[in-house]
């Protein structure tokens, strides 16, 4: 018996082994002497088209680009095959919420810095993929300011302003409040069969972006989150959203909330980032109608994620993988893509303050000016909050302590944070 | 070769003798050997290796830390989580191995009947099987969704109240072992399907002279003369139930993001928590420790099999001599 799990297990290691040595290193020669360059970002991020126009200006380069997994996923194939030093992409994404644990190995990235570039990125942005010493990680692709994404015609039906501008002054404007947002929130939940938003975890993340230090201290260690920011947070948006049956208890990303969408009548807001308005017109469903766009967001301007593309210190070919990744996140690509989705939020300041960026909009979202809407979300973030080399492993615990009270119900707001304060405790 | 000289080695000269006895004694060794040659790389070596990565810290990519001797393995044993993956593992392995191994042993008896068509179904009981075990536990996830789910709405329109599957213990273990058994009841049927080909038809002729019916031929034929094949299905099924990975991980799901086996473990399984330990919370060297008192549960209930097997073998030699 236990030969037969040796065996089971050598027979596994030894077909992983071939699978390993079979997916290259991000770059290899082929016969006819062309070099191949593989771009792995985590979601279809549209950047085919791209990626041909790259390869046109370089006969010699063929490049792979694949699209699997979630960002979770990613960040879990980085910390795997980073400490390989081989198994990556040439140009790897990264996202914001993990950067800071990333940067602490940044000899296994190719430095990106380029006197060039320099001011290509807003300052901020660029600022967060360099290291102490000057070495930058990763080119910033785009950012995520947030704004109210809502269906106006749950809130005409529940007798509610419908109207974006009315929505954007009804939920307070330029001074809109979380203590706002969820007051209207049980006006609305009162009135209507749907919930308020889409689910606590994102209600959560808005909210605690809005904190300059949030898990860490400014050295990166962690805080003690008992009585903290985070706490006062994790139980307001819980009262709210299950409580006040304001949450439509969803899990993000799940198969559930992808469906939900498809609903009429699950939930009336999403907190949107620039991004997402993407994933909301693809989870409802191009002829779906009621989805509209408010110019406001609670507690003064929110960012929620945004992200950077990189190049592992393992590629054979650095030069032109800066180079692939330098392209992508040019503004010229950047605005581009944001004139096809309808708007959106480059991280690059030429494309962020084009002429063309303003006057667009998008037909899904009720041809709301998403190109104003988003350029004035991005003015209005206030806060750039810290993400350390912890910011990932606490945020994860303190979600699933959402969920438990959010999505299973298994628990009530302050067992669930009794166990993220223990759970906090056993990492590491 | 010539066979002749092998099978009358003295009549050969001096120097085959010596070839061909060296040819006798060496060659089983090296026909065994690719096993054990690929089984020392890639099985003992890093088995070994594993147990050198958990008695120190260890960072998925910055490597090696201090030596903590057995730290890791006291900072698991206390932890509830590791206690709540190792009875999840044991409670989906209860919640598939019975369900499984009856319906195993029922379709395998079908399948023994004389069916037109014979190969066809044999084929097409394998096909869970060949599907690949995330694509089959994605679309499973999907049945199980707690909200819209189709499991959910027949339950519904049937007046049942609907389940959270995600939301306790048991539910999340049913539906995972729905997956598993799906994938494997087929392949298991057609192991005891060879062992009930490989059972003596005059046996059966005998009984039914007899006067045995049908189900008395299956519980006092078959049952009995299939009991070595039996305990093989059942070793290995432990075996793979105590490693469930992949099911588990897509479970509940959220496109590769989200908490790993349910917002409090409900579906945490060992291997996943161990894959959670090691590159969710980037500490290999906690994961390594946890990967050896996987091995340690797996001899422990591999031992416990062996035991009983060895019972029932021998209470069925007594029984009919």
């Given at each position: 018996m236990l030969r037969r799990t040796a065996s089971t297990i050598a027979a596994a290691t030894a077909a992983a082994l071939v699978l390993a040595s079979c997916s290259t290193d991000g770059s290899k020669p082929s016969a006819d002497g062309k070099i191949t360059l593989e771009v792995a970002t985590f979601g279809d991020w549209g950047y085919?088209?791209?990626?041909?126009?790259?390869?046109?200006?370089?006969?010699?380069?063929?490049?792979?680009?694949?699209?699997?997994g979630g960002g979770d996923d990613q960040r879990e194939k980085l910390l795997n095959f980073l400490g390989q030093d081989s198994g990556l992409a040439c140009v790897e994404a990264l996202e914001v919420d993990w950067l800071g644990e990333l940067k602490q190995f940044s000899d296994r990235f190719a430095d990106l810095a380029d006197p060039g570039l320099k001011d290509r990125w807003f300052d901020w942005k660029s600022e967060m993929a360099t290291t102490d010493d000057g070495k930058v990680i990763g080119y910033g692709t785009d950012i995520g300011p947030q704004a109210v994404a809502y269906r106006a015609d749950l809130f005409k039906a529940a007798g509610l302003p419908s109207d974006r501008e009315a929505v954007a002054e009804y939920l307070g404007g330029a001074n809109a409040t979380w203590d706002r947002f969820y007051e209207v929130g049980a006006e609305f939940t009162a009135k209507s069969d749907a919930a308020w938003f889409e689910s606590v975890q994102g209600a959560y993340t808005a909210m605690v972006n809005q904190v300059e230090y949030a898990y860490e201290n400014e050295d990166g260690t962690r805080k003690d989150l008992a009585g903290s920011e985070v706490e006062r947070i994790f139980r307001t948006v819980l009262q709210h959203g299950t409580e006040q049956k304001q949450s439509a208890g969803l899990t993000q990303w799940s198969s559930d909330w992808n469906a939900s969408f498809k609903r009429n009548d699950t939930f009336a807001v999403v907190l949107a980032p620039s991004w997402m308005a993407g994933t909301i017109k693809g989870n409802a469903g191009e002829g779906f109608v009621g989805w509209d766009i408010a110019n406001v967001f609670p507690g003064g301007g929110g960012n929620w994620g945004g992200s950077y593309l990189s190049v592992p210190a393992q590629c054979k070919h650095p030069e032109q993988a800066k180079d692939l990744a330098a392209y992508l996140t040019s503004p010229e690509v950047t605005l581009d893509q944001a004139v096809k989705n309808g708007g959106g939020t480059p991280s690059q300041v030429e494309a962020m303050n084009s002429p063309k960026l303003l006057p667009l909009t998008n037909p899904f979202f009720n041809n709301a000016p998403t190109g104003r809407i988003w350029a004035d979300r991005a003015a209005a973030v206030e806060v750039v909050p810290f993400k350390g080399p912890n910011y990932k492993k606490v945020h994860d615990v303190v979600v699933a302590g959402l969920n438990r009270v959010d999505v299973d119900k298994s628990q009530s707001i302050d067992q669930s944070w009794a166990q993220v304060l223990s759970d906090l405790k056993s990492l590491n | 070769m010539p066979t002749r000289e092998r099978r009358h080695p003295h009549r050969a000269s001096k120097r085959r003798v010596t070839a061909?006895?060296?040819?006798?004694?060496?060659?089983?060794?090296?026909?065994?050997?690719?096993?054990?040659?690929?089984?020392?790389?890639?099985?003992?070596?890093?088995?070994?290796?594993?147990?050198?990565?958990?008695?120190?810290?260890?960072?998925?990519?910055?490597?090696?830390?201090?030596?903590?001797?057995?730290?890791?393995?006291?900072?698991?044993?206390?932890?509830?989580?590791?206690?709540?993956?190792?009875?999840?593992?044991?409670?989906?392995?209860?919640?598939?191995?019975?369900?499984?191994?009856?319906a195993a042993i029922f379709i395998a008896a079908v399948l023994d009947a004389n069916l037109r068509a014979g190969t066809f179904w044999r084929m097409a009981v394998l096909l869970p099987y060949v599907a690949a075990p995330v694509a089959v536990a994605i679309i499973f996830s999907n049945l199980f969704g707690n909200q819209f789910g189709l499991v959910n709405n027949l339950l519904a329109t049937v007046g049942l109240p609907q389940v959270q599957w995600t939301g306790s213990s048991i539910a999340s273990h049913i539906a995972i072992s729905t997956m598993v058994s799906f994938r494997w009841t087929g392949y298991n049927a057609l192991i005891l399907l060879a062992g009930m080909q490989a059972i003596p038809r005059d046996l059966y002729e005998s009984a039914s002279i007899d006067g045995a019916n049908r189900v008395r031929r299956f519980f006092s034929v078959t049952i009995p003369m299939l009991r070595p094949t039996l305990i093989f299905v059942i070793i290995t099924t432990t075996i793979g139930n105590l490693q469930i990975f992949d099911e588990a991980r897509m479970f509940g799901g959220a496109g590769g993001n989200g908490p790993v086996g349910g917002a409090d473990g409900q579906w945490k399984t060992i291997t996943l928590y161990l894959w959670e330990v090691g590159w969710r919370q980037a500490n290999l060297g906690r994961s390594a420790a946890i990967a050896w008192l996987l091995l340690l549960l797996i001899v422990l209930i591999g031992l416990i099999n062996f035991l009983a097997v060895r019972r029932i073998a021998s209470s069925e030699n007594g029984g009919k001599r």
């Open positions: 085919a088209p791209y990626i041909e126009q790259w390869e046109a200006k370089h006969p010699d380069v063929t490049v792979e680009y694949e699209t699997a | 061909s006895g060296f040819d006798l004694r060496v060659s089983p060794y090296l026909y065994i050997a690719p096993f054990f040659i690929l089984f020392f790389l890639f099985g003992l070596a890093p088995m070994f290796y594993t147990g050198w990565v958990a008695l120190h810290e260890w960072h998925p990519i910055g490597g090696q830390g201090d030596f903590v001797g057995l730290a890791n393995f006291t900072a698991v044993l206390g932890q509830g989580m590791f206690w709540k993956s190792v009875f999840n593992t044991l409670s989906i392995f209860v919640f598939t191995a019975a369900p499984q191994l009856i």
